[in-house]
């Protein structure tokens, strides 16, 4: 790690057990709505946007997109002490800024001021933040910029850009959505269309009906949810996983089905869109979040309100 990354231990929260959490890193511009903020550091420079900071460190920043998602990881590790009080796989969350730590004192008070189970604070000082995230066993990570996204795909962490939204989303329960192709599967099918067409998919997809697909940037993510969701009894899980894909349930479902089955993955529900728009769907589910890799997609759901993590595609 380089030697001018700051880290710094929130000691205001239990920590967790590094070797068996969920761990996800989120950046600050995800959690909070920085907008205003960034457009200062990049049209006056970062001491502009220093001094910024540290004049308005007693005024708490507002909540941005990933801040529901955030608020329901903590309800589910609540759930999951009270199960068992020893429990070690509880969701561990890492809060980066591409910043210094000079201008970080809002960022600190900014979580204790809503009470956030947030266990470190990460300041990079302009490097990029993926080396620091192999390093940590990251297993999900939400950003607002994109080359910070790529860098973490390209690193097989599973990655999504976070881009500034309202949201509508379920206090009860964790709801999570993820797109299939691209996403929680691998992009073969992806490809054949765009290399050969939809009538070559069909056709594809029938040979190999009976063989898995490989496995998509969010699969190992997905699993853990899997093996969180274990741990409670049905009627009372507070953890909802969702696939909501382009794929019709005639013609092309069953090779996602088989799929799921092959990894032992159970999703709560599917939703398999025929290529209609996925947005109606979603504003039903309310998920906290959506991965997908199409932008067209992503903003579907952003026009309901739905926040969602937009997956990169051609990060190698």
Same mark, same amino acid.
């Given at each position: 790690?380089?030697?001018?990354?700051?880290?710094? %231990?929130?000691?205001? @929260?239990?920590?967790?057990?590094?070797? %068996?959490? @969920?761990?996800?890193?989120?950046?600050?511009?995800?959690?909070?709505? %920085?907008?205003? +903020?960034?457009?200062?550091?990049?049209?006056?420079?970062? /001491? +502009?946007?220093?001094?910024?900071?540290?004049?308005?460190?007693?005024?708490?920043?507002?909540?941005?997109?990933?801040?529901?998602?955030?608020?329901?990881?903590?309800?589910?590790?609540?759930?999951?002490?009270?199960?068992?009080?020893?429990?070690?796989?509880?969701?561990?969350?890492?809060?980066?800024?591409?910043?210094?730590? &000079?201008?970080?004192?809002?960022?600190?008070?900014?979580?204790?001021?809503?009470? !956030?189970?947030?266990?470190?604070?990460?300041? !990079?000082? &302009?490097?990029?933040?993926?080396?620091?995230? *192999?390093?940590?066993?990251?297993?999900?990570?939400?950003?607002?910029?994109?080359?910070?996204?790529?860098?973490?795909? *390209?690193?097989?962490?599973?990655?999504?850009?976070? !881009?500034?939204?309202?949201?509508?989303?379920? *206090?009860?329960?964790?709801?999570?959505?993820?797109?299939?192709?691209? @996403?929680?599967?691998?992009?073969?099918?992806?490809?054949?269309?765009? +290399?050969?067409?939809?009538? +070559?998919?069909?056709?594809?997809?029938?040979?190999?009906?009976?063989?898995?697909?490989? /496995? #998509?940037?969010?699969?190992?993510?997905?699993?853990?949810?899997?093996?969180?969701?274990?741990?409670?009894?049905?009627?009372?899980?507070?953890?909802?996983?969702?696939?909501?894909?382009?794929?019709?349930?005639? /013609?092309?479902?069953?090779?996602?089905?088989?799929? !799921?089955?092959?990894?032992?993955?159970?999703?709560?529900?599917? $939703?398999?869109?025929?290529?209609?728009?996925?947005?109606?769907?979603?504003?039903?589910?309310?998920?906290?979040? $959506?991965?997908?890799?199409?932008? #067209?997609?992503?903003?579907?759901?952003?026009?309901?309100?739905?926040?969602?993590?937009?997956?990169?595609?051609?990060?190698?």
């Amino acid at each position: 790690m380089d030697d001018d990354i700051e880290v710094i %231990m929130n000691t205001g @929260v239990q920590q967790k057990d590094s070797s %068996m959490a @969920v761990t996800i890193a989120i950046s600050v511009r995800a959690l909070f709505d %920085m907008e205003e +903020e960034h457009e200062l550091f990049m049209t006056e420079g970062p /001491e +502009e946007f220093l001094t910024s900071q540290i004049d308005n460190e007693d005024i708490p920043l507002k909540e941005g997109i990933v801040f529901p998602f955030i608020r329901a990881t903590h309800m589910v590790n609540k759930r999951l002490l009270s199960l068992n009080p020893e429990e070690k796989q509880l969701f561990q969350i890492i809060l980066l800024s591409t910043h210094s730590a &000079g201008g970080g004192v809002r960022i600190i008070k900014s979580v204790k001021y809503y009470n !956030l189970d947030i266990s470190r604070f990460c300041f !990079l000082n &302009g490097h990029d933040p993926s080396a620091y995230l *192999k390093s940590q066993n990251v297993l999900l990570f939400l950003s607002a910029c994109e080359k910070s996204v790529c860098n973490a795909l *390209k690193r097989h962490i599973p990655a999504a850009l976070m !881009l500034k939204q309202t949201s509508a989303t379920s *206090k009860e329960q964790l709801k999570v959505a993820f797109d299939g192709d691209s @996403v929680l599967f691998s992009d073969e099918t992806d490809v054949v269309f765009r +290399e050969k067409g939809l009538a +070559e998919v069909f056709k594809y997809e029938k040979e190999m009906q009976n063989v898995p697909m490989g /496995e #998509g940037p969010f699969k190992v993510f997905a699993m853990i949810l899997g093996e969180m969701k274990k741990k409670f009894s049905p009627e009372d899980d507070p953890i909802c996983t969702y696939l909501v894909t382009a794929r019709s349930s005639n /013609e092309l479902g069953a090779r996602a089905i088989n799929t !799921l089955r092959h990894w032992g993955l159970q999703i709560d529900e599917a $939703f398999f869109m025929a290529g209609s728009p996925k947005g109606p769907i979603l504003a039903q589910i309310k998920p906290h979040i $959506f991965f997908d890799d199409n932008p #067209g997609n992503i903003l579907g759901a952003h026009e309901y309100g739905i926040p969602a993590g937009l997956v990169l595609a051609g990060c190698k």
